[in-house]
């Protein structure tokens, strides 16, 4: 879908990939963990997703990448994973940032893997579990306090937009990861679609629908040897915040 990009979580992969196809979704366990042997935080987090079996591999970089990219424009005291799964990313903002108070998870139900990641980064983060709280409802139900910052990681098709919705009923900063991207009922004129593809041009009018809204906005990408569907939504109304 988009242009390739570097790893930034686990920049090693950028010269060393790891004998496995990085989109695969096994759960590869111990035999994995020499890949992430240095004593940095990212490092020990992967280990114990690992020992746990708790994610597919390809969403544990998913997740890391997304986050990277995600942190210093899209962060706010209550972090809104929405659409969550195994809220894995919203869960990394617990870990590795103060000021956020709470991570919100929301989903139309609680996997079993949201205990098996939350367990497992507790190991390294014991810090996290008080601030996770799951809430299993419709988007349009989940609590959010104004400002919220709001993810919506592979919200699949129209998905993402209702995470739009949502973002913009409360007014805070947005992350997006889309995925599966409708081919009918494209907005905006046909000849983009045309010309651009659905995919792209269903994200550029998104894009202008944030930006009427009075967000700034822009375009990234995680590595496409993760998931070609791999471009990085962000859109913020406020400086961004200094990262810790």
Known sequence: ??????FKAFRRFNADPPPIHLDSRSRPG?????????????DRLARALLRARAVPFKEMLEAFEFFERARRHVRAPVVADLCCGHGLV?????????????????????????????GALAEV???LPSKVVFE???LEEATLPTGTATLGVHACG??????????????GPIALLPCCHPRSGVPGPPT????????????VARTYRLEAAGYAT???????????MNRVVLAWTAPAPQRS
Do not use: N
């Not at 869960?91 to 996997?111: A, K």
């Not at 983009?192 to 994200?203: K, P, R």
């Open 192 to 203: 983009l679609a045309q010309h651009l593809g659905h995919e792209v041009a269903t994200d």
């Open 136 to 138: 299993t409802t419709e």
């Open 125 to 127: 983060a014991p810090w």
């Open 218 to 228: 822009r375009w990234t990408t995680i590595p496409a040897s993760i998931t070609p």
């Open 30 to 42: 111990d035999w994995a963990l020499a890949w992430f042997a240095s004593d940095g935080i990212e």
């Open 90 to 118: 919203g869960m990394l903002y617990g870990v590795f940032h103060r000021d956020v108070d709470r991570v919100l998870l929301v989903d139309r139900t609680r996997p079993e893997s949201v205990d098996r990641t939350l």
């Open 1 to 6: 879908m988009s242009a390739d990009a570097r």
């Open 158 to 171: 129209r998905a993402t937009d209702a995470v739009i919705d949502r973002a913009l009923s409360v007014g």
